[in-house]
């Protein structure tokens, strides 16, 4: 695991990496039930010609015990918990000057973990060149704050869009469930390891039934549980009130069983490959529990070579478990959704990763199996939000593994360091992430790829 973080958390290892540029990453905080959702006030800041979604969104938050304040003009307090600054109406570049200047100004009193949330919308094709640039503007402003906080504090983007018909969605508000859900999730500790983010959110969506188990009633299938990423999804998903089925190949049985045994959950042995594999989740599924809400596609497998040395039967290997199978797995469930088989709002939320989206040296094999669920997920998101659910992707960076932790020394220090968080994620992130997609509020969000990369350097 990463020593160097204890190592400069404190002391004169803190001193010393200060004095010689290195970075100095600190334990981010995460989520454990019953936590506060922010250690401070929030402050909600707007452009003029947002200052009345800024009034409705700052009395939409006070339900959550929350010390909210609308000006810095007051005696500020010692820290800000979250900053949000809502930017829903800005009509030109000239507009984010006072917010994004204000925001500045109270950076220094941002707590350690801090959150920097920025609300804007979508420009649509019949806006002016003017509003166009504005919004687009937004996505800057934040991806470049995001790469200047430290201290484990976050800066994200929610998008408020224009549903275009995909189902029931509408135009989101800033009060939309899944605006606020979205929110609260980067509000909190949940979204530890999710740093300059933009989230495109719809007008759809419910409020979670309750913050802490908002996955309470529904039922879950994990691919790939019995180790790494799949388990901690389990575990997440448990957490949050899920019963869960956990799939994998017969060869890990035996550590599937263990993980399954744990949360009180189903072990169903099946290689995702196999002819019929959304059958046999389908059947188990209604047998044992009587439904199925929510679907997670993590199986996957590495089969690394560079493009020249690239051998047929690892590139179909690889492409046969990390998109193939998901792909005629999807087909299966949005059919099953058609039919209402598979309750009131469901969900398929696919892992791709950042070499889907930026590229990386040796993985063209797997690079086009992620880019492809990045594909598939769009592509389903018409179909899946016509029957009220929806279709998501998470985009995981480097993640602590058994399977990064086989990087060599040196590289993987590299690896670790190259994100605006300075330090590699947990599998705990990644699952969060997932449980937050998969969950009520977060109906709105369809369609979409939500990175968990600590705004890793490379790609968008
Ligand atoms: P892992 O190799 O530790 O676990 C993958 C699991 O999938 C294993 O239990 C394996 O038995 C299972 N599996 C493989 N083929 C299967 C099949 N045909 N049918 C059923 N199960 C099968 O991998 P890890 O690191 O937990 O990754 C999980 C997912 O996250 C993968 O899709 C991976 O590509 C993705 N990811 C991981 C990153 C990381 O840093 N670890 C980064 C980006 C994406």
């Keep these: 695991m990463d020593k160097y973080i204890d190592l400069v958390s404190g002391g004169l290892g803190k001193k010393l990496a200060r004095q010689l540029g290195l970075p100095t990453p600190v334990a981010l905080r995460r989520h454990s039930p019953g936590d506060p959702l922010l250690e401070g006030p929030?402050?909600?800041?707007?452009?003029?010609?947002?200052?009345?979604?800024?009034?409705?969104?700052?009395?939409?938050?006070?339900?959550?015990?929350?010390?909210?304040?609308?000006?810095t003009h007051l005696p500020q307090p010692e820290r800000w918990g979250a900053v949000v600054v809502v930017l829903t109406n800005a009509n030109h570049p000239d507009s984010l000057a006072d917010p994004a200047l204000e925001l500045g100004s109270t950076l220094r009193q941002l707590a350690r973990n801090g959150r920097v949330v920025f609300l804007s919308r979508q420009a649509s094709a019949a806006d002016s060149p003017d509003v166009a640039a504005a919004r687009a503007g937004v996505e800057g402003v934040m991806r470049s704050l995001g790469k200047e906080?430290?201290?484990?504090?976050?800066?994200?983007?929610?998008?408020?869009?224009?549903?275009?018909?995909?189902?029931?969605?509408?135009?989101?508000?800033?009060?939309?469930?899944?605006?606020?859900?979205?929110?609260?999730?980067?509000?909190?500790?949940?979204?530890?390891?999710?740093?300059?983010?933009?989230?495109?959110?719809?007008?759809?969506?419910?409020?979670?039934?309750?913050?802490?188990?908002p996955l309470e009633g529904l039922v879950a299938v994990v691919t790939g549980a019995a180790r790494g990423i799949g388990t901690s999804i389990v575990e997440v998903l448990t957490r949050d009130g899920a019963q869960v089925i956990g799939v994998d190949v017969p060869a890990a049985?035996?550590?599937?069983?263990?993980?399954?045994?744990?949360?009180?959950?189903?072990?169903?042995?099946?290689d995702v490959t196999a002819p019929g594999a959304a059958d046999r989740?389908?059947?188990?599924?209604?047998?044992?529990?009587?439904?199925?809400?929510?679907?997670?596609?993590?199986?996957?497998?590495?089969?690394?070579?560079?493009?020249?040395?690239?051998?047929?039967?690892r590139w179909k290997d690889l492409i046969a478990v990390n998109i193939t199978a998901p792909l005629a797995m999807s087909a299966r469930f949005v059919e099953a959704a058609e039919a209402g088989l598979m309750g009131d709002s469901p969900r398929i939320v696919s892992l791709a990763s950042t070499s889907g989206i930026a590229g990386n040296r040796g993985q063209t094999n797997y690079a086009a199996a992620k880019s492809g669920i990045i594909g598939m997920t769009e592509a389903l998101a018409g179909p899946i939000g016509a029957v009220g659910g929806a279709a998501t992707a998470v985009a995981p960076g480097f993640i602590e593994t058994d399977?990064?932790?086989?990087?060599?020394?040196?590289?993987?220090?590299?690896?670790?360091?190259?994100?605006?968080?300075?330090?590699?994620?947990?599998?705990?992130?990644?699952?969060?992430?997932?449980?937050?997609?998969?969950?009520?509020?977060?109906?709105?969000i369809n369609g979409a790829v939500v990175r968990v990369c600590g705004q890793n350097l490379v790609g968008r």
Aim: hydrophobic share 45%; aromatic share 4%; net charge negative.
């Design 149 to 213: 906080l430290r201290a484990g504090a976050t800066a994200n983007g929610i998008v408020l869009c224009d549903g275009d018909g995909a189902g029931s969605a509408g135009l989101a508000g800033v009060t939309s469930p899944s605006v606020l859900g979205t929110l609260r999730f980067l509000f909190s500790g949940r979204s530890a390891f999710v740093d300059g983010q933009p989230i495109p959110v719809v007008g759809n969506g419910e409020e979670d039934p309750s913050w802490e188990r």
């Design 253 to 270: 049985g035996e550590s599937l069983m263990q993980v399954m045994n744990e949360v009180k959950g189903m072990a169903l042995q099946l």
């Design 42 to 71: 929030v402050l909600v800041l707007s452009d003029y010609a947002s200052r009345d979604d800024a009034d409705r969104l700052a009395a939409a938050m006070l339900s959550w015990h929350l010390d909210v304040r609308r000006s």
């Design 403 to 444: 399977m990064t932790a086989r990087i060599p020394a040196l590289m993987r220090q590299f690896a670790r360091r190259a994100n605006s968080l300075q330090q590699g994620g947990l599998p705990i992130d990644v699952a969060e992430t997932i449980a937050f997609l998969a969950s009520p509020a977060a109906g709105g």
């Design 281 to 313: 989740i389908l059947g188990a599924a209604r047998e044992r529990y009587g439904r199925l809400d929510i679907v997670i596609h993590n199986a996957g497998i590495l089969r690394d070579k560079l493009l020249a040395n690239m051998t047929e039967d």
